[in-house]
């Protein structure tokens, strides 16, 4: 008999981070601008990511939720936080689709909360879908070009 593995948002599916998960709720994105002690803040649609980039040190995790598979503001969210400099967890939940895994992966998404659990072995393929990229992007894989000319 398989165990119940819940639909909940906050269980995290797949993580790429080897420190230990932030284990608390998260607090709206007002809310961490106004407590000098959130450590964890959650992004909804509409959000302005830019708000948090004076407090990016103290916060371990940045939850940003899709709420739908067609709203890809979030992926703006995520690459405003890494390029500004943010080191910690940023967490995808949601609507989150295994088409979608690898692009948000190259956004600095470091962890994943779907709503609804993906399958392992379809997950493993869609991360591993572009072996080589024509861009830069948060995920500071080598594009195309620079290995071509490393010769």
Known sequence: MSTPLGTSPDEVQFRFRDDEPVDHGTVTVDCALEQTNANAVRIEPGDDARLLLPFLDRLALVEVNFPSFGDGRGYSAARILREAGYTGELRAVGDVLIDQLSHM???????????????????????ATWADVYQRAADARRTIAETRHEA
């Open 105 to 127: 992966r190259r956004c600095g998404f470091d962890s994943f909360a779907p709503d609804k659990r993906l399958d392992e072995e379809d997950a493993r393929r869609a991360f």
